[in-house]
C-alpha cells in the first residue's frame, strides 16, 4: 500500500514520542490499532460484498443460460419420430395414390424433359431422336391375311 521502509518507521516512532511522550504513548498507539482493525474490517467486508455481487451477476447469467437451455428441451420434448413415421404410413394406406404430404415437391428441372447432347463437343451435331416406329409395310395384294399382321387378336381362324 504505502511505501515506507524500517527507517521511516523509526523516523515516526521518535517524532511521536516526543510530540506525545511517554506517558501517553501507549494509549495513543492502542487507538491508532483498534483505528487500522476497524479499516481492516470495513476493507474485508466491501470486498465480500464486492465478491458476493459478482457472484451474483454471474448466478444470474448462468440462471439466464439454463432457462434457454429448459426452453429449447421443451420444444424438443414433443419430438417423437415413431408417431411421424406411423402417420404417414397410415395416411399411405388409406391412399396409396396420394403419397406422402410431406414429400418433398418435385424440381422444376426434373418435370421438363432431358434435352439430347451433341456427340461431340466440337461436332455441334445432335443425335437422332429416339427409335419412332416405322409403319408395318402393307401386304401384297392377294396374300392371306396372318395372324401376326394382327397382334390384337387372341385367336386364329382354324376354330378352336
Known sequence: MFDIGWSELVVIGVVALIAIGPKELPGVL???????????????EFQGQFQEAMREAEMADLKKSVDEMTDAAKGLGNFDPLADVKKEVESFAADPLAGSTSAPAASPEAAQPATPLPLSPDAGIEPAPAAVAAPAPEPAPGAAKSDTARPDSTTSGSGA
Open 30 to 44: 492502542r487507538t491508532v490499532g483498534q483505528y487500522m482493525g476497524k479499516i481492516r474490517r470495513m476493507a474485508s
